[in-house]
């Protein structure tokens, strides 16, 4: 999948851009994507991670696909492939309440295995190596 740092510019650049590019003001953007100014410019200056429901509701606001902006954020893989946070957003059974807490669900769960990972770097001991200690 492809990851933000992999990418010329991070999502938050990406968003200014298309916003500057449509010449309309941060404001203006909050106001069409239904996200507060403060939360739009702290994702734009990079200080916060858009969910895949903001993501989608700042595409339609900039008339932009939202795979395409997906794509910019890491969601979709290369060749269109859904992530589950994509699917998630993408389901039209699901409320905006329901996505938000399977977003934040999935994410706990992601990180929490991310910290229980064993170390790469650290050699396996075996039992005999462990008594010469």
């Known amino acids: 999948m492809a990851a933000p740092k992999d990418l010329p510019e991070d999502i938050g650049g990406f968003i200014r851009d298309l916003r500057q590019t449509a010449k309309i003001s941060l404001r203006q953007l909050a106001d069409k994507a239904g996200v ?41 893989d290369s060749e269109g492939q859904q992530g589950v946070l994509a699917a998630i957003a993408a389901d039209p059974e699901l409320t905006i309440a329901q996505k938000q ?12 295995n991310a910290r229980n990972r064993p170390e790469e770097a650290a050699p396996e001991t075996t039992p005999a190596q462990e008594e010469q200690k």
């Open 36 to 76: 507060s100014n403060p939360y739009l410019s702290q994702i734009e200056r990079g200080l916060r991670k858009p969910s895949a429901e903001v993501l989608q509701q700042i595409a339609s606001a900039l008339r932009v696909s939202t795979p395409a902006m997906y794509l910019r954020a890491g969601l979709l």
């Open 101 to 112: 807490t399977l977003t934040q669900i999935y994410e706990t769960f992601r990180n929490e």
